[in-house]
């Protein structure tokens, strides 16, 4: 991940490299080995993100956004948030 690059930059590099890797061990071309990975459920969520409401952040703000949410979520219901 490069400092500036956006959601959607982010989840068409990781595409782009699973695509490689697939075409590398198949021998098929590239292209019809992204069809391959954009029809596994991974590659179809990689996707979504690509286009979706969040492919403009910066990736950086996005996960540290995620991650923050996915602590709330875990946190027992009337534990002290512990955030500074």
């Known amino acids: 991940?490069?400092?500036e690059q956006t959601v959607s930059e982010m989840a068409l590099e990781v595409l782009e490299r699973?695509?490689?890797?697939?075409?590398?061990?198949?021998?098929?071309?590239?292209?019809?080995?992204?069809?391959e990975v954009l029809?596994?459920?991974p590659g179809g969520q990689?996707?979504?993100?690509a286009e979706g409401?969040?492919?403009n952040e910066k990736a950086r703000?996005?996960?540290a956004a995620l991650l923050e949410?996915?602590?709330e979520q875990r946190l027992p219901?009337?534990?002290?948030?512990?955030?500074?």
């Not at 695509?19 to 292209?31: D, T, W």
């Open 18 to 35: 699973q695509a490689k890797a697939l075409a590398e061990r198949s021998g098929r071309p590239l292209e019809e080995a992204l069809v």
């Open 69 to 71: 949410e996915r602590v």
């Open 77 to 84: 219901k009337g534990c002290p948030d512990r955030r500074p």
């Open 39 to 41: 029809k596994t459920e």
């Open 53 to 55: 409401p969040h492919r």
């Open 46 to 49: 990689l996707s979504e993100l």
């Open 61 to 63: 703000r996005w996960q």
């Open 1 to 3: 991940m490069q400092p």
